[in-house]
């Protein structure tokens, strides 16, 4: 008897490897910083010199890793819950709400106590992921069950965080930004986490049945639900996986400084925006989203440096690299490809 799941497809060779585009774009960055290394030694106290500097210093590597893991660990939970159907651009709420908790919880506990063994800034760091995968939990409910606009529900998500995290913030602290815990995750953390993170999604999606199922559901949800397995409670464990992931991002975030900032858009910053932008240039792949969150991640960092150093960059203008970056490749390339039914909500046949 044929299997309808057979006609999903999963890929043998990872994505990164077989795009012309990506191989493209990691031979020009190697061929820059290359050249920039270069200058950097042949015209120190130059500009290029500066910037050279900045690029491979040990500063910016850390900073980079602190702004990386919000956007790839966020890219990584999108995948997961529009792979399997659900279109969540709420994410950016799911970064600022656990971003929060996971300091207000740390806070709580106190900063050198403990809770069965465990020091409050991963108490924190826990409680953090929860409240995340709690707010993805009731917005897979609303898109599910109930069949909710899913890009109106994913835009209610981050309102909602938007404005709870700084009131709750202002009710508890007295103010948008909390006080510094005092301690710190550090940069190395991040790092550490990101780069597990991804070599789990990636073999998550692509080596397990798990993962097949996923991408039944976004791709040929009746497929899934011919073989009897129920296309809710996969596309359910996908927007699951996206608060789980959403929320090691913007608690690592907040905890690698030790504060919550609720002012403006908060210490998030579009970072869950910019996220969906780094999978859609990673074309749903968790090693092209690593790279892309890395390279966004990594010019916000340098521009900042050049600020320091008295070079007047705006930082509005860097914050717009990431979304022109995916226009350009997305017209001149054309590669992205949402899955089929993403969007879409599904009927179980009986």
């Known amino acids: 008897m044929h299997n309808p799941l057979a006609d999903v497809p999963i890929p043998i060779l990872d994505d990164l490897i077989e795009s012309d585009y990506v191989r493209s774009l990691v031979v020009g960055t190697t061929a820059v910083l290359g050249l920039l290394g270069l200058l950097g030694l042949l015209l120190p106290g130059s500009i290029a010199g500066d910037l050279?500097?900045?690029?491979?210093?040990?500063?910016?590597?850390?900073s980079t890793a602190r702004l990386a893991a919000p956007i790839v660990l966020a890219g990584l939970g999108g995948i997961f819950a529009e792979k399997s159907g659900v279109i969540n651009i709420g994410l950016e709420g799911l970064l600022i709400i656990s971003a929060f908790v996971s300091v207000y919880v740390a806070s709580v506990v106190g900063i050198g106590n403990a809770?069965?063994?465990?020091?409050?800034?991963?108490?924190?760091?826990l409680a953090g992921i929860?409240?995340?995968?709690?707010?993805?939990?009731?917005?897979?409910?609303?898109?599910?069950?109930?069949?909710?606009?899913?890009?109106?529900?994913?835009?209610?998500?981050?309102?909602?965080?938007?404005?709870?995290?700084?009131?709750?913030?202002?009710?508890?602290?007295?103010?948008?930004?909390?006080?510094?815990?005092?301690?710190?995750?550090?940069?190395?953390?991040?790092?550490?986490?990101?780069?597990?993170?991804?070599?789990?999604?990636?073999?998550?999606?692509n080596r397990t049945a798990f993962g097949?199922?996923?991408?039944?559901?976004?791709?040929?949800?009746?497929?899934?639900?011919?073989?009897?397995?129920?296309?809710?409670?996969?596309?359910?464990?996908?927007?699951l996986l996206s608060g789980v992931l959403s929320g090691v991002g913007g608690s690592a975030l907040a905890l690698?400084?030790?504060?919550?900032?609720?002012?403006?858009?908060?210490?998030?910053?579009g970072k869950g925006f910019i996220a969906i932008v780094a999978y859609l240039f990673?074309?749903?792949?968790?090693?092209?989203?690593?790279?892309?969150?890395?390279?966004?991640?990594?010019?916000?960092?340098?521009?900042?440096?050049?600020?320091?150093?008295g070079y007047?960059?705006?930082?509005?203008?860097?914050?717009?690299i990431p979304y022109v970056v995916v226009i350009l490749v997305l017209a001149l390339v054309g590669r992205t490809r949402l899955p089929e039914a993403a969007g879409e909500h599904y009927e179980t046949e009986d």
């Open 52 to 62: 050279a500097g900045i690029v491979f210093s040990t500063s910016t590597a850390a």
């Open 212 to 239: 097949k199922h996923l991408r039944a559901a976004g791709e040929n949800p009746k497929a899934l639900d011919t073989v009897g397995i129920s296309v809710s409670k996969v596309r359910h464990a996908g927007v």
């Open 115 to 125: 809770v069965l063994g465990v020091p409050a800034i991963w108490v924190g760091f």
């Open 312 to 320: 007047a960059i705006p930082d509005t203008l860097v914050q717009t």
């Open 130 to 205: 929860a409240a995340s995968t709690a707010l993805s939990g009731v917005f897979g409910i609303v898109c599910i069950e109930f069949k909710a606009d899913q890009i109106i529900a994913g835009l209610a998500v981050w309102l909602i965080a938007l404005g709870l995290a700084p009131f709750m913030s202002t009710v508890f602290f007295g103010g948008v930004n909390t006080p510094n815990l005092g301690a710190r995750i550090g940069w190395h953390y991040s790092a550490t986490m990101v780069v597990i993170a991804t070599l789990a999604s990636w073999w998550a999606l």
């Open 256 to 269: 690698s400084i030790g504060q919550f900032i609720g002012s403006g858009d908060t210490m998030v910053q």
């Open 282 to 309: 990673g074309n749903y792949n968790p090693l092209g989203t690593l790279g892309a969150g890395v390279l966004f991640a990594g010019l916000d960092a340098i521009q900042i440096r050049l600020q320091q150093l």
